[in-house]
C-alpha cells in the first residue's frame, strides 16, 4: 500500500513549456485534490475531484487542467508555464476522516 | 481577508514548555475543523480533528469556539520533535467527512529549544 504517489520529486521548466505532474492513489478513495504551497500563503486548492470523470475548480485553477479518468490518478496539467506557477505542489486523496498527501513536486518555472 | 489566518509565528520555546496557537477563520458556514503538522520540506499530516466540545489526544488539546469563530491548540511539555509547523485547517462543505473543500491557514512554526 503505497498510499499517494507523486512524480516528479523535482522539474525545472521554461516559461511557455507544458508538462503533467502526475498523482496516483491506491486506497480507493473517491476523493483527490490538488494544492500549491508558496511561502507566507499557506495550501491553497487547485482543482479537486469527487470520483472518476468528476472535477471542478478550487480557489486558484487558472493556468490548470485536469482530468480524472480513473478512481487512482489524477493528473494536473500546466498548459503554458510560468514563472508564477513556480511553487511546491502536493496531491491530496481523502477518506471520511482524514486526508492524506502525497510527497511534493517541488517546480520552478524559469 | 483570508478565510483562515494564523500568527505565523515562530514561536520559539524551551523543552517542557506549554505553548498556544490560535487561528481564526471567516465562513461560519465552516462545519469541520482540523489541526495539520508539516515538518519541513514534507507533506502535510493529520494532527487531530477538532470537536465542539473540544478533545485531547496525549499532551494536544484542540479547542473549538464557533460564535468567535476561533480554534486554538495548546502543546503541554513541549519536546523537541513537536519543532514544526502547525497548520489550521477549515472543511467549508460541512459534514465530518473531511472530504470537502479544506482550506488551509498559512501555518504556524513552532521551535522547541534544548
Known amino acids: 500500500n503505497a498510499g499517494v504517489t507523486q512524480t516528479p520529486k523535482f522539474q525545472v521548466l521554461k516559461t511557455g513549456q507544458s508538462m503533467t505532474l502526475q498523482c496516483a492513489q491506491d486506497?480507493?478513495?473517491?476523493?483527490m485534490s490538488w494544492y500549491r504551497q508558496d511561502p507566507g500563503m499557506g495550501l491553497r486548492l487547485i482543482h479537486y475531484?469527487?470520483?472518476?470523470?468528476?472535477?471542478d475548480q478550487g480557489e486558484v485553477p487558472n493556468g490548470y487542467n485536469v482530468s480524472r479518468s480513473t478512481t487512482e490518478d489524477f493528473p494536473l496539467r500546466l498548459l503554458s508555464a510560468a514563472p508564477s506557477q513556480t511553487s511546491v505542489y502536493f496531491c491530496?486523496?481523502?477518506?471520511?476522516?482524514?486526508?492524506?498527501f502525497g510527497p511534493g513536486t517541488r517546480l520552478t518555472v524559469l | 481577508r483570508k478565510e483562515v489566518e494564523q500568527d505565523p509565528g515562530p514561536f520559539n520555546v524551551p523543552e517542557g514548555a506549554t505553548v498556544a496557537f490560535n487561528c481564526t477563520y471567516s465562513?461560519?458556514?465552516?462545519?469541520?475543523f482540523f489541526w495539520y503538522r508539516q515538518d519541513c520540506r514534507k507533506e502535510p499530516k493529520l494532527l487531530m480533528s477538532?470537536?465542539?466540545s473540544g478533545n485531547e489526544d496525549g499532551r494536544f488539546t484542540a479547542q473549538l469556539n464557533r460564535a468567535s469563530q476561533y480554534i486554538s491548540l495548546l502543546i503541554r511539555d513541549s519536546k523537541l520533535s513537536d519543532s514544526a509547523t502547525y497548520l489550521c485547517?477549515?472543511?467549508?462543505?460541512?459534514?465530518?467527512?473531511?472530504?470537502?473543500?479544506?482550506?488551509f491557514g498559512q501555518g504556524t512554526t513552532l521551535q522547541v529549544k534544548p
Open positions: 491530496a486523496s481523502s477518506s471520511r476522516r482524514e486526508q492524506f
Open positions: 486506497m480507493n478513495h473517491e476523493y
Open positions: 475531484s469527487v470520483g472518476a470523470g468528476i472535477t
Open positions: 465562513n461560519s458556514a465552516s462545519q469541520s
Open positions: 477538532v470537536y465542539s
Open positions: 485547517v477549515v472543511n467549508m462543505f460541512g459534514g465530518s467527512s473531511n472530504t470537502g473543500k479544506l482550506i
